[in-house]
């Protein structure tokens, strides 16, 4: 037996180790409110998967005569549904072989564990297949390819949800720089007061394609329970801040895509010029050469719906309009996309009863500095490593993928509720 | 300008204490807000790049040099002249002392004339135009600023421009040049810049054929070679329009009065004035600088004046020069606001600056 000097357990602690103790026991927790993802497909979904194949198979074989873009573009998007498909067959396929094997009387008794062997493999991967298949089927959201504008707000708790909108906005730089994302604060707004650290609004830019689909999941009420610097008795306080992503509109349409270029008058996110009246926050008197303001902030308000975005973060009043435009128009296309999801959600509650959809006005997250813990509403995902999550580190990763996968779940039941009503449709008529 | 409140002074000076400072000058808590956060990131940028250049200097640290900022611009000296630039589009030009500062108005209606000429030139047909330069004379151009915007949101889609800008300040067009090779520098600018845009002396106002006279100017300067007609196409100024009253009666605001150059401001008393038959002493430059358009066949003409009366003024003296001098063309002449026509949801009035356009 190897000699082991004693030494006290606090000069362990102080000296020992340098992997934290803590560590231990940060431990996943999984609550059980996400749905189970059970690895047999329910019958409505396989059948729109055949037919979306099926589809595929058309069109394809009509492209291979004549050319036309805009069918090319439907076959790539098809073209991974119909190859899982094809996997999903083929193992099923050699299953109920295999079992036949299995069952025949006539199969040689050595061939047997080498039968048994082979089920046990497919059978093994058939849950990641058809995982494969859900994610293949749900429809790509529209803004998905598009870099993203996020942005906080402190809502109910004064000062203090102010102070953790600052951290929150922490966050996020550093999950950007993490992932390589070039991100910069376009405004930046702290509220009155001696402090700085008060945040007011704050919207950066993450000039990355496909940050929209990875920062997704971010939208939404942020709620922070923890004891405020500014607190002298010591109650722990809850408070709220709100973060919202929005879909940023590349500079040119390009015309490359036409459905998000947003100059052309029948595409589904222009904003008409006329609609918005922009104002130039000066005082009257003369200008041109005879003064020489540096006041450069511009305001534009939305007219039919009253949206009201405001800029004077550059010295330059065409920067400000410029950015301003940029705000607004992700904004009305995030409340237009919303607009059209919710009316899904009507037409789909029929079929599912009560479907509960996430809004911006939900609450979604909770970090709590007591218990050093950040629990996800929607997934049940909670990190008891609070710091690790405020750091925009793996934390923040893991509590992003779990919900990811939360909205695949949800955007496959909500498929499954639309077959469903389909063939009810198509029974009563 | 009313009188700050007591409140106010108190409410800034506990937000900062170098806030009361900056509103003597900006009058309003906001713009004071702004203005000191662009000179704190200036300050600090300041600081950074001593440190890392290890500079002789004496070490000020950035509170010090934050102070002596916000004490300088509470007597007046203007904000761009203090950071050094101001942005202008997509571009930042340098700002010294002796040169007008670059005003938004102006940089609304460069954008503008922008669109204008592009507009113009999809219009007509394709091949002949692409083999042509493009000519633009800028005149009283001052740091620059219009023809480096210009050439900035032309370049990409013109293929041959040529753009002259002409000042009578030595200094002027120092920083103008220094301006071109700034811009170029960091990117902003294609390298075709540099042989693309010149910056001449020359004088607006002479009559007499003298070497600084602007005709003579256009005429000497070598156009890149295909013609060798002197003319041009696209005739651009923000010439000083200003009149002596108000420029002392209190319209003119302090710091301009006090730290830009007045030459830059007020037209020049002039003798021949009186003899031209021009009422008011801020409309003389137009006078000349449309003749001077005539005599360049210039098929666009953009101007930029101080308020709707004067762009006024300056519409009949047009059209008195046309029946005068050319009484057979045909050209339409516009008032546009600084707001530009994009935008009609803008409030404009009486007092904002303006621009005349003629096309032929």
């Avoid at chain 1, 009257?284 to 050469?289: F, H, N, R, V, Y």
């Avoid at chain 2, 108005?105 to 219009?123: C, N, Q, V, W, Y």
Wanted: proline share 5%; net charge neutral; with cysteine.
């Amino acid at each position: 037996m190897a000699y082991i000097p004693w030494i006290c357990s606090r000069c362990l602690a102080r000296f020992g180790t340098r992997t934290p103790v803590g560590r231990k026991w940060r431990i996943l927790q999984w609550r059980g409110l996400n749905t189970n993802t059970d690895s047999d497909l329910s019958a409505s979904l396989l059948s729109r998967a055949r037919s979306l194949a099926a589809e595929h198979s058309k069109l394809s074989s009509y492209l291979a005569a004549s050319f036309d873009g805009k069918l090319a573009k439907r076959v790539g998007e098809l073209a991974p549904i119909a190859n899982v498909l094809k996997e999903w067959d083929k193992i099923n396929e050699s299953i109920s072989e295999l079992n036949h094997l299995l069952d025949d009387p006539d199969t040689d008794v050595e061939l047997k564990p080498l039968v048994i062997e082979d089920l046990e493999n497919s059978k093994a991967t058939l849950p990641t297949i058809s995982d494969n298949l859900k994610q293949a089927l749900v429809p790509r959201h529209p803004f998905s390819a598009l870099p993203c504008l996020l942005e906080i707000r402190p809502g109910a708790g004064g000062d203090e949800a102010g102070l953790f909108a600052f951290e929150l906005l922490r966050m996020y730089t550093a999950f950007c720089s993490r992932r390589g994302f070039r991100s910069n604060v376009i405004k930046l707004e702290v509220g009155d007061g001696p402090a700085e650290d008060r945040l007011s609004e704050a919207v950066i830019e993450i000039d990355a394609d496909g940050a929209y689909n990875i920062l997704r999941t971010e939208s939404g009420v942020h709620r922070v329970q923890r004891v405020p610097a500014t607190e002298t008795k010591g109650r722990t306080h809850t408070s709220a801040v709100s973060v919202m992503v929005l879909p940023s509109f590349p500079e040119t349409g390009g015309g490359v895509d036409h459905a998000l270029n947003f100059e052309d008058p029948s595409s589904d996110y222009y904003v008409d010029p006329q609609e918005v009246r922009s104002e130039k926050m000066r005082a009257g008197g003369a200008g041109g050469q005879h003064v020489n303001k540096t006041e450069s902030a511009i305001r534009l308000t939305h007219i039919p719906t009253g949206i009201v975005v405001s800029m004077q973060d550059s010295r330059s009043q065409h920067a400000n309009r410029k950015k301003a435009w940029q705000i607004l128009r992700a904004r009305l296309a995030e409340a237009r996309q919303e607009a059209r999801e919710q009316e899904l959600v009507e037409l789909r509650r029929g079929v599912l009863g009560g479907v509960a959809r996430m809004g911006r006005g939900d609450k979604i997250r909770t970090y709590n500095y007591g218990q050093s813990r950040c629990t996800d509403h929607r997934s049940g995902i909670t990190l008891h490593n609070l710091d690790g999550v405020l750091d925009g580190g793996e934390g923040l990763e893991t509590v992003m993928e779990s919900v990811r996968s939360w909205l695949i779940d949800q955007e496959v039941a909500a498929l499954a509720a639309d077959e469903v009503a389909k063939a009810k449709r198509a029974s009563h008529s | 300008m009313p009188r700050l409140s007591n409140s106010t002074i108190l409410k800034a000076h506990q937000q900062h204490p170098l806030l009361p400072l900056l509103l003597r000058e900006c009058r309003s808590p906001d713009s004071a807000k702004n203005e000191l956060r662009w000179l704190q990131e200036k300050a600090n940028r300041l600081i950074s790049f001593k440190k890392a250049t290890r500079s002789t200097h004496a070490p000020l640290g950035w509170r010090r040099l934050l102070n002596s900022m916000c004490h300088t611009r509470s007597r007046g000296m203007p904000l761009q002249y203090i950071l050094g630039d101001q942005p202008f589009g997509d571009l930042e030009i340098l700002c010294q002392r002796g040169v007008l500062i670059p005003r938004a108005e102006t940089e609304t209606f460069t954008i503008h004339t922008a669109k204008l000429i592009l507009d113009s030139i999809r219009g007509q047909c394709r091949e002949s135009e692409q083999e042509r330069c493009l000519r633009i004379v800028d005149l009283c151009t001052g740091s620059g600023c219009i023809a480096l915007l210009l050439h900035g949101l032309l370049a990409p889609y013109i293929h041959r421009l040529s753009i002259l800008g002409i000042d009578l300040s030595p200094t002027a067009i120092g920083l103008a040049k220094k301006n071109l090779a700034h811009n170029i520098q960091l990117g902003l600018l294609s390298k075709r810049a540099t042989t693309e845009i010149a910056f001449q002396r020359g004088n607006v106002l002479t009559y007499n054929d003298s070497e600084l006279g602007v005709q003579e100017v256009i005429r000497n300067f070598q156009w890149l070679p295909s013609d060798l007609q002197s003319h041009c196409d696209v005739l651009i100024s923000n010439p000083p329009y200003i009149s002596p009253e108000s420029f002392r009666d209190g319209t003119t605001s302090r710091s301009v009065r006090a730290f830009e150059p007045k030459l830059a401001l007020v037209p020049s008393l002039d003798t021949s004035t009186i003899a031209l038959g021009i009422e008011n002493q801020e409309d003389l430059f137009y006078y000349h600088i449309i003749l001077l358009s005539f005599k360049l066949c210039a098929k666009l003409v953009v101007l930029e004046c101080g308020s709707r009366s004067q762009a006024g003024r300056v519409a009949t003296i047009t059209r008195a020069l046309i029946s005068g001098y050319r009484p057979n063309t045909l050209v339409s002449i516009e008032i546009w606001p600084s707001t530009g026509t994009v935008t009609n949801g803008d409030i404009c009035c009486e007092d904002d600056p303006c621009v005349v356009v003629l096309r032929e």
